[in-house]
């Protein structure tokens, strides 16, 4: 099957889920285990870190790249969304992805399409609060994707968290028989979390955007020495403003499992608990996030 794909700069692509199933159904009978990477594309050294990651894992790698309609909220950026499918498939195959899966969106939603996934509680938070509807879209495709590929492992980047948390919650609750890894942040040299969003930052604003992993820092550091959670989460927040940030949708501390809120530092927030932030700057909502414990 995987003879008779197209390809894409050199990398078998699939464009159906009939296709998708055809390369998995022949890896399996070869005694292959099969991993999946979903991706929305505008490829960087964060996405093919997740490809490395599951590498080791599993015997054939399959990386999705699919702009998916509905994780985007009206007035949101899905028609600016960066796509370049030629330079993806290209950084796939150097970094030995077995098969590209870039569905349309009348292949992941044909005529019809009527059932959503919610994962309720956990989406109720930090991103869910700011963007109504968007985890039910990315619940939605991605336990299509899991069901359509089926593969023993499929990695998700902890710059997602709650993405990811809300991903593991489904995987066990949908019993769909998939190790979900999580994979760590890749940043840039100055500690800005990557993201195919950067693209719309301007050169003065890139500069600005490296404050949000510092102040993530400094932040943690306060809160363990004992400073009061709660000042020290306002002043972070009033640090973004005055660098640029236009707006601050969160900069909060909770528990990295349940997402509940830390107000008091003890023995269990102390390892359980991480910083989340998100803000706007110029026409980029980015968002980052940090172990509390992180820099011990
Ligand atoms: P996206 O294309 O933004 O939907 O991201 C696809 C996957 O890559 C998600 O699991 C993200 O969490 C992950 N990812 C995006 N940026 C990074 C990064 N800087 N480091 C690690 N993983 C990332």
Redo the contacts with the bound molecule.
Sequence with gaps: MLYNLSRTAGLPTARTVDEVRQVVTEWRAEGHTVGL???????????L??VELAQPQTDRIIASVFVNPTQFGEGEDFSTYPRDEVRDAQKLARVGADLLYAPDATEMYPEGFATQVFVVGLTDVLCGANRPGHFDGVATVVTKLLTQVRPDVA??????WQ??ATIRRLAIDLDLGVNIVG?????EADGL????RNAYLTHAERKTAAYLNRVLYAAAKLIRDGKPIQNTLNAAHGRLIAVGFQDIDYFDLRDEATLEPIDILDTAALKSGRLFVAAHLGNARLIDNLRLSSGI
């Design positions: 990477v979903p991706t929305m594309g505008a490829l960087h050294a964060g996405h870190s997740l990695v998700f980047g902890e710059k997602d993405q990811l994979g760590p942040i890749v940043r979390a990557m993201s195919s």
